[in-house]
């Protein structure tokens, strides 16, 4: 018998792909550069915003709520953040997208 996936874990598993397959489009200190560059919650933007109803984009604060569509709790888009671009005096060394979909993967199981 097969489960149910929520939209929430569709969205997430593939957010977890697409840090494993564009680590090198990664960028820190900012959603997205001039280039093709993207932060973690960046990149999960990209793959939530297709999903999205219009309903669910109305309102819609992509930087304060963009993990909420993927099941993260806000402390966890904060540390996704974090992790992307690296805080030494929170103790957080800058992580790769695989670093940061190996975490995600962690919270999840």
Same mark, same amino acid.
Request: charged share 30%.
């Given at each position: ?7 929430? %874990? ?7 792909? =697409?840090? @494993?397959?564009?680590? +090198?489009?990664?960028?820190?200190? $900012? *959603? ?13 933007? %990209? ?7 219009? =309903?669910? @984009?109305?309102?819609? +604060?992509?930087?304060?709520?963009? $993990? *909420? ?41």
């Amino acid at each position: 018998m097969s489960r149910t996936v929520s939209k929430e %874990e569709l969205v997430r598993l593939g957010w977890i792909t =697409e840090l @494993r397959r564009q680590g +090198d489009r990664q960028c820190t200190n $900012g *959603a997205y550069t001039h280039d093709r560059l993207v932060c973690a919650l960046g990149l999960l933007r %990209e793959v939530a915003l297709p999903r999205l109803s219009p =309903e669910e @984009r109305e309102g819609w +604060d992509e930087v304060a709520d963009v $993990g *909420a569509f993927a099941g993260l709790s806000e402390n966890q888009s904060t540390e996704v953040t974090l992790r992307n671009d690296g805080d030494d005096e929170l103790g957080f060394h800058k992580h790769t997208f695989a670093e940061i979909a190996d975490v995600v993967e962690g919270w999840f199981k």
